[in-house]
C-alpha cells in the first residue's frame, strides 16, 4: 500500500522518504520554523480586542517539494495566536468557509458555557459565530480547535488548530524570557501520516486512534530556528489526536517547566524529560547562554529530532532562575462538598465513561458554581476482561471545560511536580486513578471527555451543567 505505517518513525518503502531521518537538517533541509502570527486586534478600544478568525481550505508545503491539502484559520494550516490581557473584553468572529459544519473551542479558558465553542455551538457552512467573554484567569497558554461532534479528530488533523496566549501583571512581572518568536516560542507538536503523493493519511482503525509517523512543529517537518545566546522559554502543545509525546533535548540537558496547563506553577521544576498527551501544554525553560554563535541543539519528540535550536551568538534577556514564580492557593480536600467518579473504558471505537457514550440530548449531571468537587477519574480499560490481543488496554486523558483543575493524587499518592499546578487536561495510562478538584465559577454546559480525539469522536464525552 502507498501509504505511511504509523509506527513513530518508520516508513514502508513506498512512502515518502522520512525527512525526519535527515542526518543535518540546517544544510539540507533548512525549513524555517513557522512563527504563527499575533491576531491583530482591530478594536481601537484599548479595553476591548476583537477578533476575526476565518475556517477555511489551505495547501501546505508539510513535506519538502510536494504540497499537502489542509485547513487553516485565516491561512494554510493552524491559526495565529490570539493574545489577550486579563480582564479585557474579547470578541471573536469566527466565519465558516469550509463546506462543512465546525465549531472552535477554546481550550483551558474558563468562558461561560454559551461562549466555550463546544459541540453545541455549531457554525453551520458559510456561517459565523461571535462569542464574547472576560477573561479572569491566571496567565496561560492555551490553544483553540474545532469540537463538532463525531468531526472534532478529522478537522484537527487537517490543520484547524491555533495558540492563545493569555496575559497578566504577575506573569510579565516574573523576568521570563517574552519575546515572541524570538525567546518566547511557540511549539505546537503534532504527529501525522502521508501518501507519497502528500495528502495526508488518515488511519483511524488504531486502538489508540489515529497517529502519525511524522513529526510537525507549527506545521513544519524538521525546521530549525536561530535562538538567542539566553534562557529560552518553550510554549509547548501537544496538538496531537491521539499519541502522547515525551520531550526532550538531544544532548540531554536538563530544562525547567515553570507552567502547566492552567498556567505558572509555584516554582520551576528541573527535569530532562517531559511527557504530553493530547491537549495538554507546558512552558518550559532551557539555558542555552553557554552556546557559542553556530551551535545547536535539538528538541527531541518521542526521539524523533523535530526542532534544531540554532545558536544567533546574542543575548535577549538577563534571566536568573528563581526558586518561586506564582503563589496558587490550593484548594482544600476539607471543603469538599461532592464527590464523582469517571471510571473511562475502552479503545478504539468502544469507548465510554462511566459505561455511557455521549448523547447531545443529555446530562450527566448538574452542579453548583463556586462548591469544592472531588471527582476520581479512573482508566479501568484492560481491567475488566479488556486486555485482548493489545495487552494492557489503552491510555487516555481526562479534559473539561469550564475551569482549570487541581490534581490532588495519583495513584494514591501526591501527583508529579509538574502537574502541581493548574490543569485542564491529565494523562491516566491503564489501570491509573487521578483524583482531581474541581471549583466552577461560571454557568452554563460544559463537556468533560477523552482528549484523545478519536476516542472523543467514538462518544467518549459527557456533559454537565453548571448553575448558580
Ligand atoms: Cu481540547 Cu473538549 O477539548
Ligand atoms: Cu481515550
Known sequence: ENIATNEQGKVDNNVTEDVNDTENKYENSAISLPIPPILEDTNPDPTVAEYTLTADYGTTEIIKGISTDTLGYNGNILGPTIRSKNGEKIIIHVNNNLEDSTTVHWHGLIVPGEMDGGPHQIIKEGESWSPEFVLEQPALTAWYHPHLMGETATQVYQGLGGLWIHDDDISASLGLPEQYGVDDIPVIVQDRAFYKDGSLYYNSNMMEGAVGNIIMINGAVAPYTEVPSSWIRLRLLNGSNAAQHEINFSDGRK?????????????PVEMSSIKLAPGERAEILV?????????????????????????????????????????????????????????????????SINGERFDMDSLSFTLSTDTLEKWTVSNVSGSSGGMGMMGGGTEHSFHVHGLQFQVISRDGTLPPEGERGWKDTVFLKPGETVEILVKFTL????????????????????QFQVVE
Open 287 to 351: 539555558d542555552l547562554q553557554s552556546m557559542a554563535e553556530a551551535d545547536s541543539v535539538s528538541l527531541m519528540v518521542s526521539n524523533i529530532k523535530s526542532l534544531e535550536l540554532i545558536s544567533d551568538g546574542t543575548s535577549t534577556n538577563e534571566y536568573v532562575l528563581t526558586d518561586h514564580l506564582v503563589d496558587i492557593e490550593k484548594w482544600s480536600t476539607d471543603d469538599i462538598v461532592n464527590e464523582r467518579s469517571f471510571d473511562l473504558e475502552g479503545m478504539a471505537h468502544m469507548v
Open 443 to 462: 454557568e452554563g454546559i460544559f463537556m468533560y471527555h477523552c482528549h484523545n480525539l478519536e476516542h472523543e469522536d467514538a462518544g467518549m464525552m459527557g
Open 255 to 267: 530544562f525547567y517547566q515553570i507552567a502547566s496547563d492552567g498556567g505558572l506553577m509555584e516554582y
